[in-house]
């Protein structure tokens, strides 16, 4: 075996580790390592391990890629402070087998525990989701440890040194506030998400929102949270459940990435190895629950294969997302892309780590608080790239939302000016063919009448014997005439043509009282006519035209009052009321035409209709227009 290159250089510990409350991270030149072979497994007591079976670990103690079957390492302290009472930590909640051993310089055996990720989690000697181990060590003496490792596979490990005071009093509170905050974030995100989703009808970021559920399970799982809480007597799951939910989340984080950007229209070549990917994560996530029954030579072999692919992967996924705005110009998905190449960072510094290579952690550096969160497994960096990557997700999603609202409103803006333009080129066509009509009845059927009466006259003075019979008959031309000039007036008002409004609703009325004189109406107008529009006049005139039809067909009134003001917010209103016998109004509004028409009409000219009607008690009707009514323009031909 071969000797030490160099000794290792004792850990020092002072009185800052309970005066600041911070840890102690171990160094790799204050480690010594040993790496036992599988036939050779020393399981005795370390006193009889000489010091020069160990080789100092290096620059940096935080990874072992060894291929030995234990890994001892050794730790001498020397306490320089007035505490005597510290833990040591192992910030890595997946190792096998942990033993430790306290010596005093001399080789005695002071104390021992054993521990690991195949025993119950009950079983360890402090319960917590890290390793911790007690370490008595009076002010001015020193204490050798031993720590005999059985990972099974490449490890990434920190070791932290800490006042006891201290480990369970600030330090915990903050884990615990951050812990809370990164569920209480997750969960109104997952909320948040679930409402936008729905109302956006977004469906294909369901991958993304289940990406999210996975990694808020993925995390906790990782740091070692299920097996304290959930699996505390599975050992075997402490393994199977956080990497099986490791691949998952990917499986569906690629899903996403494929829907969102089209890959398999836009990028065909990328969409393949996409795919490809896709399965080989999905695979190893059914291959995680074949662990514990595969051979663990095999095992061991097929997970640094996913791990090195996992790396590889997120390699040229940042290179493709890099690629994008810079080669590509595509400038207008540069936030999306910058998502996607954190969480590709993300996703090959987790892979790293698995392989037993911890690499830098920026963030712990940056923030105020960085020395505290090394007891996290999963890095600063990796949290907030997580944090920052959901938050950049959530917020492209609520800007197409709004996009989509936007696109919306026009839509149905567009929409609504096409049902306006389609009702008034229905009226406008309605009214060409009333004009039509009552010309052709009043220019050929009244004509045409006309001159019948006056060959009958003709007749009578040719026939005196047959002067009665052809009586009769000039006076049924005469009343044919008059009815055909009449629905010839109501078909078209030649006053309203000539004239104005209120010349053809005086006019209207006057043949009313014509035809009905016990018929008191009672006609108040205020209204400036110059400012009403030829359609609004049209529309006005019809709809009084129609409610006072209805007055003298169906109501048996002796009273109407008919209004038309103009108020002071310029706001037209039209009504009239009578005293006659009402009508069931949901039976009338379901069958009746004319009220049709008039709701037609009052549409048209985007005005309100309000009917109040009881049968015994008459009927009172309201047109109310907010503003002048300017007709939309015709379309051009």
Known sequence: MPLAAQVAVPLLLDSSLSITGLPRLIRGEEVGIWEARQENKHREIPRYLPDTLFRTAGRDCCGFNHDAHRLWVRIQIQNQGSAGRFYLELVNPFINKIYFFQTDTAGKLLHTDSTGTVFHFH??????????????????????????????????????????????????????????????FCILYLILSAMLIVQSKQYYTWSYFIYVVLSTLFIPAYLGLGFRYIWPDIPYLQFVIPAAINCLRLVFGIQFFREYFDTGFRFPRLDRFLYFSLWVFFGSALLMGLHYWAPFALMKLLLRV?????MGFSLIMLGWTLRQPFVRRRQNVTGL???????????????????????????????????????????????????????????????????LIEHSQRVQ??????????????????????????????????VSMAAIRMKLETLQVQFPTARAALTDLIEDVDLTYRETRDISHNLMSKALEKTDLISALEELISR??????????????????????????????RISQELLNNVLRHSKAQNVEFQILESKEKELSLSISD???????????????????????????????????TPGRGTFVRVEIPEAFTPPKAPAS
């Open 123 to 184: 079983q360890r000697p402090i319960r917590h989701r890290n390793f911790l181990f007690p370490v008595n060590c009076p002010p001015g003496e020193s204490t050798i440890i031993y720590l005999a490792l059985e990972p099974d596979y490449p490890l990434y490990i920190k070791m932290l040194v800490w006042d006891a005071d201290q480990r369970f009093a600030g330090q915990q509170r903050l884990e615990d506030i951050l812990l809370t905050v990164f569920f209480v």
């Open 306 to 310: 996913f791990f090195i692919f996992l």
């Open 337 to 403: 892309l910058l998502v996607l190449g954190l969480h590709f960072f993300v996703q090959f510094s987790t892979a790293l780590q698995l392989l037993g290579h911890g690499g830098y952690d920026p963030l712990s550096a940056i923030l105020p608080f960085g020395a505290r969160t090394q007891t996290f497994f999963v890095k600063a960096t990796q949290l907030g790239g997580f944090f920052i990557e959901m938050l950049l997700v959530f917020f492209f999603a609520v800007r197409r939302y709004f996009r």
């Open 413 to 446: 803006t567009q929409l609504s000016a096409m049902r306006e333009q389609g009702l008034h080129n229905l009226i406008a066509g309605i009214e060409k063919e009333r004009r039509r009509i009552a010309a052709d009845l009043h220019d050929g059927a009244c």
């Open 512 to 541: 009313i009282r014509q035809a009905r004189p016990e018929l008191e109406i009672h006609w108040y107008h205020h209204v400036d006519i110059e400012k009403l529009s030829p359609a609004l006049c049209i529309h006005l005139y």
């Open 579 to 613: 005293d006659g016998c009402g009508f069931d109004l949901p039976a009338v509004a379901e069958n009746g035409i004319g009220l049709a028409n008039v709701r037609l009409r009052v549409t048209a000219i985007k005005g309100q209709l309000h009917i109040d009607s």
